[in-house]
Every structure is written in structure tokens, then in C-alpha cells.
């Protein structure tokens, strides 16, 4: 699922409270909203026309964005608000479109993958508790909220799937490489089963769909040299 298509299963709610209590989230419509534009942006530099693009995503931003208290954050959905209050005839159809566009260039988590994720977080929340006397402060606390956080996506990958769990992974490596990077001495070496699993899972993604070098690149880059 990459960020135009759960966009598309927001919309589909009908109600903003119902797609609150399904699992959908206003940092996680916020950023799909911004992923798709900036698709469309980089659909622009290549010399493609996107006004038809441009236009219907202003009201898919607007409509998305509204039930929260627009671009304020207001964390909870306005009762009795639409999720598609904005939205024009056609404008969906250009969602799907664009959905369909994505696809090529989205990470897909299968369930041996998502196992691994859980596997990891299992060691590194171990592995923190050892460390945590390394590491700034804070940062242990906010990397367990990190690990929460990506557990959630886990446990709610039929609904939200692979856009909101990419999100909340790639925030949590980037957390662990600071832990990683903060770790001093012979406790580093603590790590390396994580180095393993992050490595594993990058060459997992190259290995079984060649095209998405650069994106699993980006969500996989070396960690804790």
C-alpha cells in the first residue's frame, strides 16, 4: 500500500471518527498527503503536464487535512465531519491514478519481513536497556516510543498497511543509528545483531524486486558503521 492508496481507503471511511477508530492517524494522512505531492512534483521535473494532478490535489489535501482542524494539530477527528467533504467528481479517480503510478516505486513488507521487524525490535529493546547509560538523554525513551509505534503498524497492517509501517520503521532505524553511533566502546558490538537484521531486510527487498534499489536504499541505508 504506498501513500496515494491509503489515502484512497481514508476517503473510503466516509466519516472522519470511523477512519480515527480504524487506525488512521493525522501525522500519517499528513505525511501521505506530502508523499504524493512530492510525487507529483517529481513527475513535474521529468516535463510531464501535472496541472490535472496539481488541481485535484489541493482538494485531497484540504479534504484530508479539514476533520483534524485543517493544518493545526488537532490530533482528534471533528465528529460528524466527512473525510471527502472537499473532494470533487473525479478527484478519486486521480488518486487512483496516481496510486497506480506509485506502485512501481513502493516498498511491499512481506509477512517473513514484517516478522523480522518484530524479531528486531524484541532484540534492540533488550539491547537499549543495556546501553541506555550511553545514550543522550531522552533519546532511550523516545526510541521505545519509536518501537510502540512500529508495533502498532504491525498489528494494524491489514488496515493501514505498508505506507504507514515504512514510515513508522524508517523513523525507528534512523533512532537506533544515533543509539548505535552513541554506544561507546566494546558495548557496541551489542548491536550487531540489529546491523545483521537491517542489512538482511535491505538485501531481501533488492534481491526480490531489483527496481526498488533506490527507494529500499533510502529506507535501508548502512547503519552503525
Not at 479517480?93 to 513502493?106: A, F, I, N, W
Not at 516498498?107 to 519481513?113: C, M, P
Request: charged letters at 30%; hydrophobic letters at 40%; glycine letters at 6%.
Amino acid at each position: 500500500m504506498n501513500a496515494a492508496e491509503y489515502l484512497l481507503d481514508f476517503f473510503e471511511t466516509e466519516w472522519a471518527t470511523r477512519a480515527e477508530v480504524s487506525g488512521y492517524r493525522f501525522a500519517d494522512i499528513v505525511a501521505a498527503v506530502q508523499e504524493v505531492i512530492d510525487f507529483v512534483d517529481s513527475l513535474k521535473e521529468l516535463g510531464e503536464d501535472t496541472a490535472l494532478y496539481d488541481d485535484c490535489m489541493s482538494r485531497i489535501k484540504k479534504s484530508a487535512l479539514k476533520p483534524f482542524g485543517g493544518y493545526e494539530l488537532d490530533w482528534s477527528a471533528s465528529r460528524g465531519s466527512k473525510t471527502q467533504d472537499e473532494l470533487l467528481s473525479g478527484d478519486l479517480l486521480g488518486l487512483k491514478v496516481l496510486s497506480d503510478r506509485m506502485e512501481e516505486s513502493s516498498l511491499r513488507f512481506t509477512e517473513t519481513q514484517r516478522e523480522t521487524i518484530a524479531d528486531l525490535i524484541k532484540q534492540a529493546r533488550k539491547i537499549l536497556g543495556e546501553v541506555s547509560d550511553d545514550l543522550p538523554t531522552g533519546l532511550a525513551l523516545y526510541i521505545n516510543r519509536l518501537m510502540h509505534e512500529t508495533e502498532i503498524a504491525l498489528d494494524e497492517y491489514s488496515i493501514t498497511g505498508d505506507f504507514v509501517l515504512e514510515k513508522a520503521f524508517t523513523r525507528l532505524r534512523e533512532s537506533l543509528n544515533i543509539a548505535i553511533e552513541k554506544t561507546s566502546g566494546k558495548k557496541k558490538d551489542k548491536w550487531n545483531g540489529v546491523r545483521k537484521i537491517f542489512r538482511d531486510l535491505a538485501i531481501g527487498f533488492i534481491v526480490e524486486t531489483p527496481s526498488l534499489l533506490m527507494t529500499a536504499a533510502q529506507v535501508f541505508p548502512p547503519i552503525g558503521s
